[in-house]
């Protein structure tokens, strides 16, 4: 794996984007993310390892991996953003920074949403700019690694 590899991680529900309420998560698929991305990555000299999986234990076992292979790594966890201890664990594990994204603004959404489980373990977190926030973290991730 070349030393630029940055891991870009999706957690649950997001293999659905495209046509999972349009009106808050925006009518592009994860594939066109994943192509934003890619592009992006070329741009900043990443190579972009880009997943996506519905069950906690493989995004968990994914940072581990990002840990050894990585230089840092964005994820959009999901709704276990708001439920996991063991992702921030993980997070807190490993020694590459970790950005935390969303592409709607949870904090402007219902309450249960306000609390991230994860956002006191990450270097920081960007929200609410539909698949824009995915860049951003690419472009956090090239400055802070340089
Ligand atoms: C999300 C926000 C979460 O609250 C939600 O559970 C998601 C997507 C976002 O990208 O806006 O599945 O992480």
Not at 50 to 60: A, K, P
Not at 85 to 100: K, M, N
């Amino acid at each position: 794996m070349v030393s630029s590899t940055v891991f870009v991680l999706n957690g649950p529900n997001l293999n659905a984007l495209g046509k999972r309420e349009p009106g808050i998560y925006g009518s592009q698929t994860l594939a066109d993310i994943e192509a934003l991305c890619r592009t992006e990555g070329e741009k900043l000299g990443f190579a972009v390892d880009f997943r996506q999986s519905n069950h906690e234990g493989d995004l968990i076992g994914w940072i581990h991996e990002a840990g050894d292979n990585a230089i840092g790594v964005a994820i959009n966890a999901a709704a276990y953003t708001h439920t996991s201890v063991a992702l921030h664990d993980a997070i807190r594990a490993v020694g590459v920074p970790v950005i935390e994204v969303h592409l709607s603004n949870v904090h402007a959404r219902e309450e249960f949403r306000h609390r991230s489980m994860i956002a006191p373990a990450v270097r920081g977190v960007i929200c609410g700019f539909g698949a824009h926030s995915y860049i951003l973290a690419l472009q956090a991730l090239s400055s802070i690694t340089r």
